[in-house]
């Protein structure tokens, strides 16, 4: 990659891995489906406002949007409620242990695709991939967890269930969206999302509405510009450049960015456990996908 590219990268790790502490400051005084709702919407605009500026016309077809309606549903509005909810009630440590869960999205989606893609092989080392990546969720949800009745433990398992709602949305999007200019499934799902979500945070949060505090606004327009709306814009960007494979490298940084931030603005220790929870699951999402994620590759020389 180039330095540029590179940079971009390095952009999407920081950004990406700052949501996790966004969703942790903003749902302190805003309700998590409002929360999710507010941010959906507001990174809808802001993709909105990009294709029109790049003058690209969204599709008509009614099949097509009831396809992005799914997606919107299992790719953004689930998830993200999972999130919010799960940090909302996890104790210390929330930001950095929801980023280490979400880490295991890429063995969620070899799973469901060997499960529903009849093209799909599961190998022998991509079956020990899988054991050791989950070992190490294993491993972590152990040490993290107290009384299984708590909703400490339960906002974990909120969070590990988020990230197979992404390996689910990853499939969808891969099979059904691959000739659609990027920016198109990024405003479906996000503005699909927000609108599923606006009934149900009316009737589900209204009791638990409050003056916000100015952290948690700050919170929610940063996860929705930065964290939702520019971020897509910059991954769309980047796979077109270099690759969805060498894009995905943004998830083995993406937890170290996401404990960092933990550590400096919310005092969360930064623990061995999760430390060798998170090695464990890098690990076996490296031996799933088959090659070491920042091997220098040649590129050949174009011909004439």
């Known amino acids: 990659m180039t330095l540029r590219q590179t940079g971009v990268l390095l ?13 942790r400051l903003g749902v302190e005084t805003i309700p998590p489906i409002t929360f999710v709702f507010l941010r959906l919407a507001i990174a809808a605009v802001l993709i909105y406002a990009v294709l029109r500026w790049q003058k690209v016309q969204l599709p008509r077809e009614r099949k097509l949007w009831y396809s992005l309606g799914f997606v919107g549903f299992v790719n953004a ?11 909302h009630k996890m104790g210390t440590n929330a930001s950095g242990l929801a980023s280490i869960y979400n880490a295991t999205t890429p ?14 092989r599961l190998t022998g080392v991509r079956t020990f991939g899988i054991v050791l990546g989950f070992a190490g969720v294993v491993y972590l949800f152990s040490r993290s967890i107290g009384n299984i009745n708590s909703l400490d433990t339960w906002g974990q398992i909120a969070c590990i269930i988020a990230s197979s709602m992404y390996g689910i949305g990853t499939l969808y999007v891969r099979r059904n969206f691959g000739s659609l200019p990027a920016l198109i499934p990024a405003f479906g799902q996000m503005a699909s999302g927000a609108i599923m979500l606006l ?19 700050g919170s929610l327009f940063g996860l929705a510009i930065l964290g939702t709306g520019i971020a897509q814009i910059l991954y769309f960007w980047l796979v077109k450049q270099v690759g969805a494979a060498r894009t995905a490298q943004v998830t083995y940084i993406l937890p170290i960015f996401a404990i960092f931030w933990g550590w400096l603005f919310l005092n969360e220790a930064i623990r061995s456990d999760m430390l060798i929870g998170l090695c464990l699951i890098l690990l076996g999402v490296i031996i799933v996908n088959g090659k070491w994620p920042f091997r220098r ?8």
């Open 107 to 120: 063995l969620w989606t070899v799973i469901l695709a060997f499960a529903f893609v009849r093209s799909e």
């Open 199 to 217: 009934p149900v945070a009316l009737v589900v949060d209204h009791n638990s509405w409050q003056m916000p505090s100015l952290v948690s606004l």
């Open 11 to 23: 952009i999407l790790a920081l950004v990406w891995g700052a949501s996790f502490l966004f969703i």
């Open 297 to 304: 590759q040649t590129v050949a020389a174009p011909s004439n």
């Open 77 to 87: 509005a689930l998830p993200y409620c999972l999130f919010a909810w799960g940090e």
